[in-house]
Nanobody
Framework: QVRVVESGGGLVQAGGSLRLSCTASALTFEQANMGWFRQAPGKEREGVSCIKWSGDTTYYEDSVKGRFTISRDNAKKTLYLQMNSLKSEDTAMYYC??????????????????????WGQGTQVTVSS
């Protein structure tokens, strides 16, 4: 059974940084496109960034471009999201998902159906202003 686990969330002041991690077990991680999503209270889950299985192609939602960096270590079966210059509007529960489609349409916000792909339980990111 595929298990996805996120970590690294927390409380940070505006302008600060956090690095999220996501591990995926029982999955051919090195063959899976991976994505980060977030969901704020009262809002839909939205795509933040994705990375193709090879690690050589990434896409970002427009509001995080230049501030967030997605990366992966296939040997460790781990996905990362480095978040810099955090803003209060970045406050949300952040989720990792495996097996997502990954293309330039992520720039406009990709709303993945939650009954597809493999999801973790999320890690909370709170940015205080």
């Amino acid at each position: 059974q595929v298990r996805v686990v996120e970590s690294g969330g927390g409380l940070v002041q505006a302008g600060g940084s956090l690095r999220l991690s996501c591990t995926a077990s029982a999955l051919t991680f090195e063959q899976a496109n991976m994505g980060w999503f977030r969901q704020a209270p009262g809002k839909e889950r939205e795509g933040v960034s994705c990375i193709k299985w090879s690690g050589d192609t990434t896409y970002y939602e427009d509001s995080v471009k230049g501030r967030f960096t997605i990366s992966r270590d296939n040997a460790k079966k781990t996905l990362y999201l480095q978040m810099n210059s955090l803003k209060s509007e970045d406050t949300a529960m952040y989720y990792c998902a495996a097996g997502v489609p990954c293309g330039p349409y992520w720039s406009g916000g990709y709303n993945a159906p939650t009954d597809q792909f493999y999801w973790g339980q999320g890690t909370q990111v709170t940015v205080s202003s």
